[in-house]
Structure formats: C-alpha cells, structure tokens
C-alpha cells in the first residue's frame, strides 16, 4: 500500500486519481495486516485497488466526474466495493472517468483527461486512455493500483482496457450488483473489473459479484471459482468470427491482429467456425437512442435540491435550471436533450420503440449462434488504437460513438464480453481483441483469454 501511495503521488500528471484516499488506504492496510496474523485472511487481503468515481463509496468523493455532484459524500457503499472490502482489499482513491460514465476518451470528465501512460513509438504525444473508465485503465497500466473497478455500459471496460493494455471483463448483466452505482442507463450498466492480467480480472470478478436484494436486476447464480477456468484446454471449443465485424476500412493491423487471435486458438484446439450476426450493424445507432433515453430519465434527480451542486434562481424552476445548465457538461447535455426527444409523445414510437425492437434482434441473432453450438466469439476489441487528447473530441461526436462498434451489440444483449491484450500496433501501441461469451458463461471467456494473453 505504501509502494502505491508513493507511486499515485509520483504520477498525478496522469490524473487519474480524482480523489487520493491514502490515510483510509493505510488504515485499511494495517487492519489487513491484523486479519492476516490472525489467520483470517480474505481473498484479497491486503490488495491496493482503485475504485471508478461512479462507485458510491462511504464518505468518499462520489461524483461520477459531474460538476453537478460537487461535494457528494454518500452515507452507503456501493455492494461492489463493500464485495471488495469484505474480501480484505484495500482502497486507494475514487478513480477519473467520463461525466456519468458518457465518452470513450475520458474528455467528457470534469476534472480534466487522463493521460495515457502509453505513447507512440518515439512521439511525445499524450493519448487518450479511452473511456468512460480511463482513469481505472490508466491506474492500473501505470501501476497506480493493482487492480480497479469499472463499470461498462457500451464498452467502457473493454475499450479502455484495449487502449492501454489492460485486461477487462464486462460481466453478464445480472451478474454484479448495480446497487450504489451511479445510474447511466441501467438496462445496459454493468460492474467489473480492470486488471493487468487474464488471472487478476478472474479473481477480482469473483469477489465484486454477487446476487444482491438492493438490485432486483441482479441474478441469483452461484458465482464460481474463475480463476479455475485459467490453464484449461481450448480444445473442442467452437468460437464463432462474425463477419459483420469485418469493417469496410478497418485498419490493417486490426484484421491482422484478429487473424492472430483466430490463430493462437486454432493452434491450441478450438474449432474455428464463421458466423453471421446480421443485424450487428444496427447496434451503434441503437445503443445510441436506448442509453440516452434511459440517462434522461436517470439524471432527472439531478436538480439541485437532493445531491451536490445548487446555482440558486428567482424560484424553484429557475433554481433547477441554473443549476442543470452549470452542473452538466455538453456531452452530458446532448445525451439528456437526445434521451427526451426520442422518448417525448410522436417521436417514441419512431425511435425508442423501433430501437427497443432492434435491441431484441441482436439478441436474437446472438442466441442463435449459440444455440448452433457456438461456445464463444472473437472480435477486436476496437477499430483502433489509442488516439491523441483532442483529436476526436473536437470533431463530430458521432466520430467519438464509433469507437464504440465492436463493443455495444454485447450490452444489448447482455451478454458477458472480455477484452484482452493482443499485440501492439506499428506505432508501438497496445491492441486488444474481445471475447463474447454465452449469458453467465464467464469461465470460458478466461480460459481463452488466458490463451490469448
Ligand atoms: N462510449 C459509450 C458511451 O459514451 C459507452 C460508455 C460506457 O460504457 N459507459 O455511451
């Protein structure tokens, strides 16, 4: 613990902490090592992590990157972290993100980017370490935790985890409590894990998932020994590579780092099958009208009265006005003015319905595969690699929701996506591929991962 605080405070150029807990990570250290002389040690005695700042954590900054939620110390824990605590870990500080989890660059924060503790080769360009957990990506890239929590609602575990050559698993919906996490949109938020390996991510899932009667969305399953599923055979499994992820002008060495994957486990004895998932390429657009209308609805709390922030007003009304139109930021802004647009009378038929109904096709198109005897699938992770501080943020925002391609068709369905370290780019850069699994089906996401990896 004291390594990492020494280490957070050496590396604040990074910015991914937003909030240092380093007397609290002591404490909690020094209890751990009472547990541990003890003999009771849990299983993640003693382990310094970074938790995302959408976590409620007890008397700890909680503001999900917002403005809005200035000063917001929640009197609960999310059941994720307090997961985490039972089992002897140890906190280190609220982690960066994107304001309420919106962006894949980590610009959208209030407090500013995260730098990308990597760089292309020989350029002192600083990159984004995607988003929305770019700080929990950046952290435990730079060796600033050993792990951290994320939390992934289009792809913002696995993106960020493929920019800075990380490991990250979004789990099956159900599979971890949403409780005390800060809502974005909930029919597609789950908790997780970012890791530095295949092996941390199993155990550190282990510990954050759990049923939870504060989330009736969460699934009673009992949740097993992942890091079991490491060192198991490949041989036999079906992994499915759909060919609509093959982009019309898609980078070369994306396809070429697919092909190696696709290679790695033929060699080891999975059985290679093309599959189609027609209707992937409705996703994007989709993802698009669902996420913003369930965060319209979601950050309606937000009003000046109950958390945070309050611009006063000649009255009540305009009193939530000031305080929206100073508490928000633009990204936060547009998605609330998209949500309401497609859910508001004569235009949710048109656009919330139809979207609800595609959402149901791309889970469909994944159930048959699996029905056919598909054990998984493999796609990249991203169609790039990590890109410069501002480059996309200046641009069109529908240029930043693209990088979300490969990832939001397995929030839709809900199903379990791992994203793990493949190679480097020609520039120097990590790359990622990404694993889908079958609902609850976690296991064989590690074992090939750890194939990959
Ligand atoms: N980039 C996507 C978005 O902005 C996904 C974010 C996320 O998974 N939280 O909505």
Known sequence: TDAYIAAMEKARVLNAYVAETPDKACDMAKASDARIAAGKAGALEGLPLGIKDLYATKGVHTQACSHILDGFKPTYESTVSANLWADGAVMLGKLNMDEFAMGSSNETSHYGAVINPWRRNGSDVNLVPGGSSGGSAAAVAARLCLGATATDTGGSIRQPAAFTGTTGIKPTYGRCSRWGLVAFASSLDQAGPIARDVR???????????????????????????????????????????????????????????QKGIDILREAGAEIVNISLPHTKYALPAYYIVAP?????????????????????????????????????????????????????????????????????????FETVYAEGVDAILTPATPSA?????????????????NDVFTVTVNMAGLPGLAVPAGLSAEGLPLGLQLIGRPFDEETLFTLGAAIE
């Open 200 to 258: 941390d991510a199993a155990i550190l899932l282990k510990s954050m998932a759990s049923v939870d009667l504060k989330d009736t969305t969460s699934v009673d399953m009992p949740v097993p020994d992942y890091e079991a599923a490491i060192g198991k055979s490949v041989k036999g499994l079906r992994i499915g590579i759909p060919k609509e992820y093959r982009l019309d002008g898609m980078p070369a060495e994306i396809d070429a780092l697919w």
């Open 386 to 402: 990590a890109f410069g501080i501002g480059e996309k943020a200046d641009a069109d925002p529908v240029e930043m929701y693209l």
């Open 293 to 365: 209308a369930e965060a319209s609805s979601n950050l309606a709390r937000y009003d000046g009265v109950r958390y945070g922030l309050r611009v006063p007003g000649s009255d009540i009304v305009d009193m939530y006005e000031n305080t929206r139109a100073a508490g928000f930021g633009a990204e936060v802004k547009r998605r609330i003015l998209i949500g309401t647009y497609v859910l508001s009378a004569g235009y949710y038929d048109a656009y919330y319905l139809r979207a609800q109904k595609v959402r149901t096709l791309i889970k469909r198109d």
